[in-house]
């Protein structure tokens, strides 16, 4: 990951926008925290637990976040992994465990001393203040002088793309442009860990993928350690330099994107984390056999008998040869198509192609197996086990 | 496999009613409005059985001054003036951080806090004072009987009012979510509460000083029957005297009343585009 090196915006001296003599940072009374920031803290969950009411939200979370890492935390609703942000923050507070930040708990201390950005998921802009002052609260929090608060204050939002906009309010801004000035408010102090809790869910798909990649590049050129909380895998593998996948108030998986897709550790990884085919099949000397085809296992190692595999529709393709199946739908996804077949047991598979082949619903087909299953598991009922794509 | 989320759509009010038909509704209702005015003011300008009318009765008052009995009416706006303060005060000072409280950390009790307030609307006055009384009486002798004891009385009797308005702008405002931002941008429960939460909720606390101060200034069974000097039963006294100076007065004093409302209105008055600062040069 590219670290800070070069002078951004918000490290600019609180005297000029223009670069200090001799090419350097004139360091200043604000500025100067930033030089301890630049390259993000480490953080560390280790053993939280939190119950609402009976209703464990955390159940021994562990999680590192190293300096300078954008980790995004995936996984349904429930699984606790806004709990844990919050729990981060000093939202909430936790019934167990401890939260380092550079090696220093913060469990015990209130949100206001844990020098930490948040954007939430809510549109979070104090209506009564334009976007400037808005982006100015926490330096006037924490006492800078109102010229550096302003001169800081448009270097934030002009580093979100958003340096016409100091003087307008929350309901003169669109959706992505609170999200926006939201982002320069949290980062404008320069804290030490970025928090960001599904800043993307309430805004249009073009826009939350353009600001997801603005994100990422502010983040990548800040160095700021960043915990990012979505239910949406895309945004998760697309940004993000480790993603932890939490179910039930614990971490199911953690690694980077490629890992969790290609090498799921449970079905469930594999179900959540992209498309699968989740077929009932045999392993046999290290191999699946899924109708009558052998495919090669990720850990040869795995246990002969019954067993749930898990293949990604990309992994499949409709040929001259292959299990025969019948075309129940097909769906254009613009550079691909996906097409559910129904085999002759009743299990349905997805398979992904491309868009010159245009199978109808009713086409009798063959499915082909082409690589090799992301995951095999124990089947715990073989009988039921089909496809869940 | 991608997440859908529909755009944001800013939608206007549908089928706003023209000008036209505004206006009319305004014209409408302000006519309603303003007949008891015209019929109070036509009756203070009767000259009596001979008929016609002039200013004499008006010119009177201001020429000879409130002396005598309508001295005490100047006592009573004083005391009606300083028992709509009080009134706010209690407001402002007990049952917004209440409400603020109930919303932010204890949103469970919401209801519970609703019924309360919501509870002496439906309590008769003189059921009201009734149960006062026995507490009054232990009061006068623990705090005297000034009529600032009234705004206590009172208090409770806007709390509906002051309520429904407050919880309204509090509904309509992501109060937790703002005052959490605030904390994640270094501002302690102070901070929270003056510079975010407050100005936020100024349309609220507004409407229940409006309210407050309303309610107080057209309380009459309360004062009356816990022997309470205010305004209204001042005006009851002068009209067994003189209905005419009476129904001046009772003019006067909803102007006064419309003044002070104006007032807490422009003190309130919102900014709503007409920022403090300007822009910062070269970024614009």
Redesign the interface.
């Known amino acids: 990951m590219t670290r800070n090196t070069s002078n951004t915006p918000l490290d600019t001296p609180t005297g000029s926008?223009a670069p200090a003599p001799s090419g350097q940072a004139a360091q200043t009374e604000v500025s100067s925290s930033a030089a301890t920031h630049r390259h993000g803290a480490v953080v560390e969950f280790s053993g939280v637990t939190k119950d609402f009411g009976g209703h464990r939200a955390l159940a021994g979370f562990d999680l590192t976040l190293h300096a300078g890492e954008f980790v995004a935390l995936l996984g349904p609703s429930g699984s606790g992994k806004t709990t844990a942000l919050r729990a981060l923050?000093?939202?909430e507070s936790t019934d167990a465990g401890i939260i380092l930040v550079d090696g220093v708990d913060v469990s015990t201390l209130?949100?206001?001393?844990?020098?930490?950005?948040?954007v939430?998921q809510?549109?979070?802009l104090?209506?009564?203040l334009?976007a400037?002052?808005n982006v100015e609260?926490?330096l006037r929090?924490?006492g800078v002088a109102a010229a550096a608060r302003?001169?800081r204050a448009?270097d934030a939002?002009?580093l979100v793309g958003l340096?016409?906009h100091?003087?307008r309010?929350a309901h003169?801004l669109?959706?992505?442009q609170q999200q926006r000035v939201?982002l320069a408010?949290?980062l404008v102090?320069e804290p030490r860990v970025l928090?960001l809790d599904e800043p993307l869910?309430?805004?249009?798909?073009k826009v939350?993928v353009t600001l997801r990649e603005e994100i990422r590049r502010i983040q990548t050129e800040l160095g700021i350690t960043t915990l990012f909380v979505t239910?949406?895998?895309?945004e998760a593998l697309a940004i993000a330099d480790r993603v932890a996948v939490m179910r039930d108030g614990r971490i199911e998986q953690v690694g980077t994107p490629e890992d969790l897709y290609s090498r799921p550790v449970s079905p469930f990884i594999a179900d959540f984390v992209?498309?699968s085919n989740q077929l009932t099949g045999m392993v046999r000397n290290g191999f699946a056999e899924l109708y009558g085809t052998r495919l090669p296992l990720l850990d040869p190692s795995q246990a002969d008998g019954t067993v749930l595999v898990a293949v990604r529709p990309e992994d499949l393709e409709l040929s001259a040869d292959g299990v025969a199946g019948v075309v129940t739908a097909s769906s254009f996804h613009g550079s691909l198509r996906r097409t559910r077949v129904r085999f002759a047991d009743g299990a349905e598979v997805s398979v992904q192609h491309g868009v010159r082949l245009h199978p109808a619903p009713g086409d009798a087909v063959r499915v082909r197996f082409t690589g090799a299953p992301v995951s095999v598991a124990a089947a715990a009922n073989p009988v039921q086990a089909g496809s869940r794509p | 496999m991608a997440a859908v989320t529909g755009p944001i759509v800013r939608e206007g009010v549908a089928h706003a009613p023209s000008r036209a038909v505004r206006a009319l509704i305004l014209g409408v209702i302000g006519f309603l409005f303003v007949i008891p005015f015209v019929a109070m003011v036509e009756f203070t300008l009767r000259k009596g059985l001979a008929g016609g009318h002039d200013f004499s009765r008006w010119s009177a008052l201001f020429q000879g001054g409130l002396t005598g009995p309508y001295r005490q009416v100047l006592v009573a706006v004083g005391n009606s003036v300083g028992l709509a303060v009080g009134t706010v005060l209690i407001v402002l000072l007990l049952l917004v951080p209440t409400m603020l409280l109930v919303h932010i950390r204890f949103p469970r009790l919401r209801r519970l806090l609703e019924f309360v307030c919501i509870l002496p609307i439906s309590i008769p006055a003189i059921v009201l004072v009734v149960g006062l009384a026995p507490v009054y009486s232990v009061l006068s002798r623990l705090a005297g009987s000034g009529v600032w004891t009234l705004s206590l009385a009172y208090g409770i009797i806007v709390l509906p009012y002051a309520y429904r308005a407050i919880q309204a702008n509090l509904d309509a405002v992501d109060v937790r979510t703002l005052s959490e931002a605030a904390r994640t941008l270094g501002a302690g429960w102070g901070s929270v509460l003056f510079r975010v939460l407050l100005p936020n909720l100024r349309r609220g606390l507004l409407a229940g000083a409006f309210i407050a101060v309303a309610v107080v200034l057209g309380e009459f069974t309360i004062a009356s029957l816990l022997s309470r000097v205010n305004l209204q039963t001042a005006l009851v006294v002068v009209s067994k005297a003189d209905p005419y100076t009476a129904v001046i007065l009772s003019l006067l004093s909803l102007i006064l009343a419309f003044l002070l409302l104006l007032l807490i209105g422009r003190l309130g008055a919102e900014r709503t585009s007409s920022p403090r600062h300007r822009p910062i040069g070269g970024r614009q």
């Open positions: 926008t923050a000093g939202l209130p949100t206001s001393r844990r020098d930490m950005g948040m939430f809510a549109y979070s104090f209506p009564h334009s400037g002052e609260f926490g929090m924490r302003r001169r448009g939002l002009a340096a016409g100091y003087d309010f003169q669109s959706g992505g939201a408010r949290a102090t928090l869910s309430a805004l249009d798909a939350r239910h949406d895998q895309d992209g498309l």
